[in-house]
Nanobody, 116 residues
Framework: QVQLVESGGGSVQAGGSLSLSCKAT????????MSWYRQAPGKQRELVAA???????NYTDSVKGRFTISRDNAKNTVYLQMNSLKPEDTAVYYC??????????WGRGTQVTVSS
């Protein structure tokens, strides 16, 4: 089993920055994809950014140029640096990791609120 602990959410004004982190602990041999999702009230959960074990990265179009995902494999941690935040970025942000047996694990989520 893998446990995920997210941190770094909070409230910020539009144009500000926040940094999220998600550390995986437990029975870890190797982690494949590490991702950040978000879910705004009344909306479906959506993929924000993903980083594969080989370093390939994908972003949803709405965050390109503003958000940066990175990972530290030695620490089993994934990060999301969010700059130029907009009110529409307000959501609960979840991290998801996939282990080497293709099991997916989700964090509990951290609230990000951007005020105009």
């Amino acid at each position: 089993q893998v446990q995920l602990v997210e941190s770094g959410g909070g409230s910020v004004q539009a144009g500000g920055s926040l940094s999220l982190s998600c550390k995986a602990t437990g029975s870890i041999f190797r982690l494949n994809a590490m991702s950040w999702y978000r879910q705004a009230p009344g909306k479906q959960r959506e993929l924000v950014a993903a980083i594969l074990s080989g370093g390939d990265i994908n972003y949803t179009d709405s965050v390109k140029g503003r958000f940066t995902i990175s990972r530290d494999n030695a620490k089993n941690t994934v990060y999301l640096q969010m700059n130029s935040l907009k009110p529409e970025d307000t959501a609960v942000y979840y991290c998801k990791v996939q282990d080497s047996w293709w099991n997916n694990y989700w964090g509990r989520g951290t609230q990000v609120t951007v005020s105009s």
